[in-house]
């Protein structure tokens, strides 16, 4: 039985063997041509998703770090995190070192916790102006689709007027993501 799937990955490796460009040769097609990966990553996950889009789009990409490490461990970071979400509070950032400016399209990763973003995601658009950007958001985590954190995603864009694509839950599934880039035109051949 074909699925579509199946189609699309038929018909990208064709492409590749008929020496157009691959998906990892794709570019942005973006007005401007740039787009930026922001990526909070605790255990790791979210870095090597964040690293597998960028393969994908070429975009740029930057760490969101905390002022303050977050604990190591597991359990001081459930400590640590948990007070965050239940108070509200959002952690001091360091600085992006990037001009959002410069950027049309941003994709904005993390993972889940609780069923909804970390905190420092709050921070970092308390702290930055998404204005008239278009936010492509993606998670990580074992067991929430992307939309559970689509209510919380859509208060935090809509304080900046931005257009909020439906993110994507990333578990190492590099196909899935080549099919997600292509449906939402963030990649063409």
């Given amino acids: 039985m074909v699925t579509k799937l199946n189609l699309v990955v038929a018909t990208l490796s064709a492409l590749f063997f008929l020496g157009r460009p691959s998906p990892v040769q794709a570019t942005t097609t973006h007005t401007n041509g740039r787009a930026l990966i922001i990526y909070f990553s605790w255990g790791g996950a979210t870095k090597r998703a964040a ?3 960028q393969k994908q789009t070429r975009a740029d990409l930057v760490a969101l770090k905390p002022q303050k490490a977050y604990p190591t461990d597991y359990d001081g970071l459930v400590k640590v995190a948990n007070k965050q979400r239940l108070q ?21 990763g993390f993972p889940t916790w609780w069923h909804q973003p970390p905190m420092i995601i709050h921070s970092l658009f308390a702290n930055y102006n998404f ?17 559970k954190s689509m209510p919380v995603l859509k208060k935090l864009v ?32």
């Fill in 51 to 53: 690293k597998a889009i």
């Fill in 88 to 108: 509200k509070v959002k952690p001091a950032i360091k600085t992006l070192g990037k001009d959002l400016d410069d950027y049309q399209v941003i994709y904005i």
């Fill in 131 to 147: 204005k008239q950007k278009t936010i492509v958001p993606f998670t990580t985590s074992m067991s929430d689709p992307m939309s």
């Fill in 158 to 189: 809509n304080k900046d007027h931005a257009k909020l694509l439906n993110g994507f839950r990333y578990d190492n599934n590099d196909k899935e993501l080549v099919v997600y880039l292509h449906k939402n035109n963030l990649v063409k051949d």
